[in-house]
């Protein structure tokens, strides 16, 4: 069965602090990416990534930035967050498909006070 | 202003009734894919559509592409509370956009 695993559903953290949010997929998949959810507002693509070592900017890269060290983790990491970014962050998964059918975490709802 | 707008935002409905939801576009498409997210758990792919005019079916759910491949709507028959959902449209390609999503609720 497909999965892909976020390490937290809830984390809380400060303004300022540096925020690590872990993805893991087991399917062996070549691309993954990082959306933030807010309402109205649908997903927005913050970072992916269609190989080890490598990344790709999406429409909201700000404030942010990733890590994919093995081809199974993505991270993304907050530098410093802040109260702006308090949302609910999807990770997701695709093999490298022109239908780019994409495998979504539960998601991790991050609050920044 | 969103690539993908998707209306209505809301749709409350009684249980047995029907319901679509529509995404559209200015921009064409090479296909398009719908999801369904559901409380507390990420968006699952319900179906994609790649032929203009497409349409496809399943259980209860219908689906279309446009003509044009720039516009798609979601139509629920008799919807059921297990409908309940976030629908997400979303646009095939390198920027993989997504539509604000439409929220279903359907009461019993």
């Known amino acids: 069965d497909v999965k892909v695993t976020q390490s937290s559903r809830y984390l809380v953290k400060r303004t300022g602090e540096k925020v690590f949010l872990e993805c893991v997929q087991d399917?062996?998949?070549?691309?993954m990416f990082w959306y933030r959810q807010d309402p109205g507002l649908g997903l927005r693509l913050i970072y992916f990534s269609y190989d080890v070592k490598m990344k790709e900017k999406g429409d909201i890269p700000e404030g942010y930035s990733v890590s994919r060290e093995k081809k199974e983790r993505f991270s993304l990491i907050l530098e410093s967050a802040s109260t702006n970014q308090t949302s609910m962050y999807l990770c997701?998964?695709?093999?490298?498909?022109?239908?780019?059918?994409?495998?979504f975490g539960a998601g991790t709802r991050l609050s920044v006070l | 202003t969103q690539l993908l707008e998707q209306s209505p935002q809301f749709l409350s409905i009684q249980e047995g009734e029907n319901l679509t939801v529509y995404c559209n576009s200015s921009s064409v498409f090479s296909s398009l894919q719908w999801y369904r997210q559901e409380p507390g758990e990420g968006p699952v792919l319900l179906v994609t559509?790649?032929?203009?005019?497409e349409v496809k079916k399943l259980k209860r759910l219908t689906f279309q592409f446009g003509d044009a491949r720039k516009d798609s709507s979601l139509h629920i028959t008799a919807a059921q509370p297990g409908d309940t959902g976030l629908y997400l449209c979303k646009a095939a390609g390198n920027k993989l956009t997504f539509g604000g999503g439409t929220r279903v609720l359907v009461k019993p």
């Open positions: 399917m062996d998949h070549e691309n």
């Open positions: 559509v790649v032929t203009g005019g």
């Open positions: 997701a998964s695709s093999l490298g498909t022109a239908k780019n059918i994409q495998y």
